[in-house]
């Protein structure tokens, strides 16, 4: 067994999963399809009433008219990586990056997150990259089974098809390890993300402090790497993902071409395609569309592509993701409440949107019967304040 913690443990509850007891009264409560003021009773951890009015029951926490949302739902961030490599070359130990990380996202009103991990290596020059999703996941899985964590984690496999190891990481993966999706990532340049390499060198020269000569040499490394491994890489990732059950995703797709080979690939959802032609595509195919949190508050996306506001304003935006601002998340459902007039439909983006995806069906929205994962939020003219975050009915700090 690839986990060193039998499957039978990771279904056990553990101590942010213990269920707790809360009623959030007097609040503007943000259900699927309209905004009521109401009261939301949470009974051993999951939602057993909403009831409309501004009565405050004993014991309540009245919220003054604050507004009531579920929980954030996070496919895809950078975070915990952020967290172990706080700058390049330095490992930081990490159960304490891991706590922290878990820490952080609960600050920003994410109550389940999928923790992304890149699988397939690099071993050879200046942009190399060393395989540690394994160990990292083991250490990851241990600190949850142990309770030290205030919200909900699953993995998120990010399948390296530029690289030289990633079927051997992938195997030794198994479905006991709660992975929920595996995305397949083709970092070649001059294609997907990176068709600009001028947006290419700004990032790995500042990220690995490369000269033009070491770009120039990492640039052919990768294309090589597409030549020798990409066929079987792409092919091997997509039965791994049915082997571990997970959920699969594209990246980074730009043509209506490379959105119907990840349609029949079974992608369910599309992380960050970079054109209006592939987001198209994806509603066409039927694939979700996910944009970054930072794109949509920046105005733009920062390696060129297109902008998720101008998916949202053609209505083909689905989810947001935080992509790496963990803050951003909850303050792009506001901006999105804003373009579309529409705070229900915009909530659903982080929230329903993300767990559909994920293949969820007990959280994302305020009903009963899901888990009582639930934030008090305060608008200070454009900003959400986030007043309280709870998973399960229980307080996370």
């Not at 020059?125 to 309770?147: F, S, T």
């Not at 402090?209 to 066929?231: I, K, P, S, W, Y």
């Not at 995806?357 to 200070?380: C, H, K, N, S």
């Amino acid at each position: 067994m690839n986990s060193p913690f039998p499957a039978s443990s990771l279904t056990k509850p553990y101590a942010s999963e213990l269920p707790g007891d809360l009623c959030l009264a007097n609040a503007r409560l943000v259900l699927p399809d309209r905004v009521v003021t109401g009261s939301v009773t949470i009974d051993k951890g999951v939602i057993s009433e909403i009831a409309e009015g501004d009565h405050v029951p004993t014991g309540a926490v009245d919220c003054a008219g604050d507004l009531v949302l579920p929980g954030l739902v996070e496919l895809h961030t950078d975070n915990v990586e952020r967290h172990i490599e706080p700058r390049p070359d330095v490992d930081w130990p990490h159960l304490p990056a891991l706590i922290a990380h878990d820490a952080e996202l609960a600050s920003t009103g994410i109550t389940t997150v999928f923790d992304a991990m890149r699988v397939g290596s690099i071993h050879t020059g200046k942009g190399r990259y060393i395989d540690y999703a394994r160990k990292l996941a083991n250490e990851l899985l241990a600190a949850r089974a142990q309770g030290l964590f205030k919200i909900s984690h699953f993995l998120h496999l990010r399948a390296e098809i530029c690289s030289e190891t990633l079927l051997e990481e992938l195997a030794t993966f198994g479905p006991e390890d709660r992975v929920g999706i595996v995305s397949l990532m083709d970092h070649t340049p001059g294609q997907r993300q990176f068709r600009d390499l001028t947006a290419l060198k700004t990032y790995v020269t500042k990220k690995r402090g490369m000269n033009d000569v070491e770009f120039a040499e990492h640039v052919e490394n990768l294309l090589g790497l597409q030549t020798r491994f990409g066929a079987r890489h792409e092919t091997g990732a997509v039965a791994e993902a049915g082997r571990l059950g997970a959920v699969l995703a594209s990246h980074d797709d730009t043509t209506a071409e490379q959105v119907a080979t990840s349609s029949e690939n079974g992608v369910g959802f599309a992380e960050f395609p970079t054109t209006v032609e592939a987001a198209r595509a994806c509603r066409a195919n039927g694939i979700a569309v996910m944009m970054g949190a930072p794109n949509l508050i920046r105005g733009g996306s920062h390696s060129g592509n297109v902008a998720a506001e101008d998916l949202a304003k053609a209505d083909l935006l689905d989810i947001v993701s935080s992509d790496y601002v963990p803050s951003a998340l909850l303050l792009s459902a506001f901006h999105l409440a804003r373009l579309w007039d529409d705070l229900p439909r915009a909530v659903a983006t982080v929230t329903a949107g993300p767990a559909k995806a994920a293949q969820l069906t007990d959280r994302g929205a305020l009903q009963p019967g899901l888990r009582g994962d639930v934030l008090r939020v305060r608008t200070i003219g454009p900003t959400p304040l986030l007043r309280g975050v709870w998973c399960q009915g229980n307080k996370t700090g």
